[in-house]
């Protein structure tokens, strides 16, 4: 695949049809699943685990490091970068880093940030390098070795050393000559802006490749030959902040839909998960059915804060929050995995150790795997396998 590193190409406006859903439009609910998962540790030790991708070989995991001691002073905050990401490779003969040394960042607010999701081109590793500190012309403030890559993809053979990675299309890059619209950009007043871009997840679509930046509050499509264009733009979420939060009385903030995931459906149309931005109460979080040429649709709502989704071999839509009680709940609260079935009745499944949960995948035998601690100190990642979901 012959990717040029800064491809540009114009949006792509979505139309005012209406698909139909093949997830009809639920709330979340409390009910459980039947019978008694069987839950195992499958790997441990992970430094800030994100998505989880079946490939070649088994499961591949993103790890976004710990980042570093290359740090700058960006409008008051510091960033800090390091090549302590890592993508691994889990399978029937344990766990292996396939690519280490991969770029990570301290970003104060967000946390640790790095390669947060893989797929596959041309026999390479495609890695979606996270951003932050965003100039508006989309490159990065971050200093460091590796920092070049950040808001890219980062093209890699696996085992391969850094002086062999190449750059992929640049989606901050993208982002910075797309801005969104302030009517997409929501958030407080003064507190974001229009060209700022996050990559958070890719997947294989329509023949190329869909991205979700969750910064630029958009899902993009990637053409094999490299050239991005925008397939949806996600809508702000309307979000009441309680009484002495941002002030004395109730503040009504129109909340980023800032997509954290991706799903092709049986159905063949694209999915998209949101963890709406500040204040993301509970309840708020939408997954989207998405075809090109028309507007967004929310196939499932009501859920809370949502970070990865995929299709379970029944065809069933799952789902993980990374809290049940949302941004304004305890930080002690639990995550869930979610099913949704066919006929749009939201489950809770009955199973325990989610916590803090940012990946999500389904098996080649049914069975269910999810990344846990995914913003816990160094070391304390894991990824689950759970089994017996019913």
Known sequence: MNWPSRPTTAIVAATAGIALLSIPQAVSASSSGNGTPHVTVVASGLNDPKHLTFGPGGLYITESGTAGNSCVTVSGTNFCEGETGAVDLLNLSGIRTVLSGVPSLIDPTEGTLGPASVTFAGGKLAVLMQDAAVNPDGSTSVQGPGSQFFGKLLLARPFSSSSDWTQGPDVAAFAAANPQDPATLGGVPGDETT?????????????????????ANDVLWLSPGGHLKVLARLPTVPETVPAGVLGPGPVTIDAQATPTSLAVGPDGALYAGTLPGFPALAGTSTIYRLVPGQRPVPAVTGLTEVTDIAFDHHGRLLAVEFSTAGGLGPETAPGALIRVDHTGNVVTLPVSGISEPTGLAVGPYGAVYVAINGNAPAGQGQVLRITNLG
């Not at 060209?195 to 910064?215: E, M, N, Q, R």
């Open 195 to 215: 060209y700022d871009s996050d990559p958070y997840a890719i997947v294989p679509f329509d023949g190329g490749y869909a991205i979700a930046d969750g910064a």
